[in-house]
């Protein structure tokens, strides 16, 4: 297609757009964050750099039939969702500029129009200039010749189920394995850049980028939320249809279509659904057992949605009610869970908080009714943890991976969203117990951003005699 076609294709394709509604035309930029909230994390990489530049690669395309997803870092920086993208954003300039490849006519008759070099790329995604990628090269030369620190990624991509600590251990295991030893697609850029830019220092772009993601914005925290709220909604839809004899494969499904259908772009770590001794492997996720009457359950699983994820877990009983053994020990396990949580609050150190939420744990163990002395001792060591004068971890930090990116800190601060994780376990028996809620740090404490999702036993029982989506649909056929 060329001149003239080009030209009439589009107009067409705008006709279509108006009939159809614009819901009908494929987005050219996102609709999640404004172009000015991308533009003030690159005001911030500026601040950072000083007089050097940050080079970012776009992720590819893929090949499979799965829908394109850009990596974290890039689409942090710019939330252009286009493949084998690139960004400088000059520090001494204050300014930055997109490289895109040229339009591939074909591709877009059959899949839709995307962000391709021009002034409307530079209106939609706010960056000063998009150029096409061909001349990024030229850029790299007058950068290099100037002698220009370069900041680049250095730690692999993450995708969507991403985590930063999953995609280094995969790059080492490929570097160490003796008939693989591929380097990273970020080490192998690095190399082409030390090749063609050699009077230029390149220095790690993650440690900043790290320390930005860190604190959210109240957006982000948004993105966040939601993702929370479709996350405890697929768990509740599971509560609800869990009978035993189920799969745990049908209980996964259930959350899986509860995703989708409140725009979940995807999964934001595989499936935790374990059953029975199951649940005591924390990462289980074959999801192949069948569940049998009297087992407890646990359901961890997320969305990844907006490019934001949620970690949510529940622990209950298949067939919806707690036995007087189940009710004494997750009784306790709750108890101790909630010492942990209302422990929480800005300005203090997770050292602080741990040591708190100790005290508190020790006043409930006074006074709880125990019958079962193997329960007793398991909530003792579970208290003892707490008491661990080098403990300092309240869980894992949340945001656009679901054990999301870290960096150094004092104490916690409005903005950071983390989870809390405990388990209370019986390994001789394989009994593990554990919950999981998305906590935001606010100016006066918490919220608890999964709340709404019961954990008290009577609240569980409650949910689960509903009717659930699963028999729902049997119904209907």
Not at 19 to 35: I, V
Not at 153 to 180: M, N
Request: charged share 25%; glycine share 6%; aromatic share 10%.
């Amino acid at each position: 297609m060329r001149g003239s076609s080009i030209l009439r294709w589009w107009v067409v394709t705008a006709s279509l757009v108006v009939a159809a509604g614009a819901s009908a035309q494929p987005a050219l930029f996102t609709d999640a964050f404004p172009p000015e909230e991308f533009a003030r994390r690159r005001a911030r990489v500026m601040a950072e750099i000083g007089d050097g530049a940050a080079i970012i690669q776009g992720t590819t395309e893929l090949a499979t039939y799965h829908k394109f997803r850009q990596n974290n870092q890039f689409y942090y920086l710019t939330g252009v969702e286009v493949a084998r993208a690139m960004l400088v954003i000059d520090g001494r300039a204050k300014r930055s500029t997109l490289f895109l490849l040229p339009r591939d006519e074909r591709a877009e008759r059959s899949e839709g129009p995307v962000l391709a070099p021009g002034p409307e790329a530079a209106r939609l995604t706010g960056i000063e200039e998009v150029r096409p990628r061909e001349e990024f090269a030229a850029v790299l030369d007058g950068l290099a010749a100037a002698g220009r620190t370069l900041y680049l990624p250095h730690r692999p991509e993450a995708l969507g189920a991403g985590t930063p600590g999953y995609s280094v251990a995969h790059e080492q295991k490929s570097l160490d394995d003796p008939w693989d030893g591929r380097p990273s697609r970020e080490k192998a850029f690095i190399g082409k850049i030390d090749a063609r830019a050699p009077n230029s220092r390149v220095e790690d772009l993650d440690p900043i980028l790290d320390a930005m993601r860190l604190v959210k914005s109240p957006r982000e925290i948004d993105a966040v939320r939601e993702a929370t709220r479709i996350a405890s909604i697929g768990i509740q839809e599971i509560m609800r249809s869990a009978r035993p004899g189920m799969y745990e494969y049908e209980l996964e499904a259930i959350a899986d279509y509860a995703f989708k259908r409140h725009n979940a772009q995807g999964i934001a770590y595989f499936a935790l659904v374990a059953s029975g001794q199951n649940a005591a492997f924390p990462h289980y996720h074959a999801a192949q057992s069948q569940t049998t009457d009297g087992q407890f359950v646990l359901v961890d699983y997320g969305p990844d949605y907006h490019y934001y994820a949620a970690d949510v877990t529940r622990t209950f009983p298949i067939n919806g009610k707690f036995s007087p053994w189940q009710r004494e020990i997750y009784g306790i396990y709750v108890k101790l869970y909630q010492a942990l949580m209302t422990s929480i609050r800005p300005g203090v150190a997770a050292r602080d908080i741990l040591k708190d939420a100790a005290t508190r744990m020790d006043a409930i163990m006074a006074s709880y009714p125990f019958t079962d002395s193997t329960i007793k001792a398991a909530a003792e060591r579970f208290v003892a943890g707490y008491h661990n004068p080098n403990r300092n971890s309240l869980g894992h930090w949340v945001g656009m991976e679901v054990h999301d990116v870290t960096a150094p800190y004092e104490v916690l601060q409005p903005g950071m969203i983390f989870t809390i994780e405990p388990a209370l376990t019986i390994p001789e028996d394989m009994v593990y117990i554990r919950c999981e809620d998305t906590i935001l740090v606010t100016e006066t404490g918490y919220e608890n951003m999964s709340s709404f999702l019961p954990i008290e036993i009577a609240d569980i029982e409650k949910l689960m005699a509903e009717t659930g989506f699963a028999e729902k649909r049997t119904a209907g056929r």
